[in-house]
């Protein structure tokens, strides 16, 4: 399994931007892409998860109403559309992969593979 996280950049508060993440070698249907994010001197955060079984997602409080995850299943694409962007966005992203299901933990160490981060500035 092999995921690549692409996307990040520089961006004013109150911007947009919209992560993906590329994702292929699996074998079964039964999976779920995570998004995480760590910013320097903070601990690792699951902010998005999204089943591709049944489309069901889970997302973390601080990014309630801002952030959105979608799929791509032909594509086996996932994108983590980020609005209203804050400056304590700031941070890596990554992309990881459990199966057969999203973590209700959200813990990273609950997913097997993952992707290289991309990073993401939220700055004026």
């Known amino acids: 399994v092999q995921l690549q996280a692409s996307g990040g950049g520089l961006v004013q508060p109150g911007g947009s931007l919209r992560l993906s993440c590329a994702a292929s070698?699996?074998?079964?249907?039964?999976?779920?892409i995570g998004w995480f994010r760590q910013a320097p001197g903070r601990e690792r955060e699951g902010v998005f998860c999204?089943?591709?079984?049944?489309?069901?997602?889970y997302y973390a409080e601080s990014v309630k109403d801002r952030f959105t995850i979608s799929r791509d299943k032909a594509k086996n694409m996932v994108y983590l559309q980020m609005s209203s962007l804050k400056p304590e966005d700031t941070a890596v992203y990554y992309c990881?992969?459990?199966?057969?299901?999203?973590?209700?933990?959200?813990?990273?160490?609950?997913?097997?593979?993952w992707g290289q981060g991309t990073q993401v500035t939220v700055s004026s």
């Open positions: 990881a992969t459990r199966s057969p299901r999203c973590a209700k933990s959200g813990q990273g160490y609950e997913y097997t593979y």
């Open positions: 999204i089943n591709n079984s049944d489309g069901l997602t």
């Open positions: 070698g699996f074998t079964t249907g039964y999976y779920a």
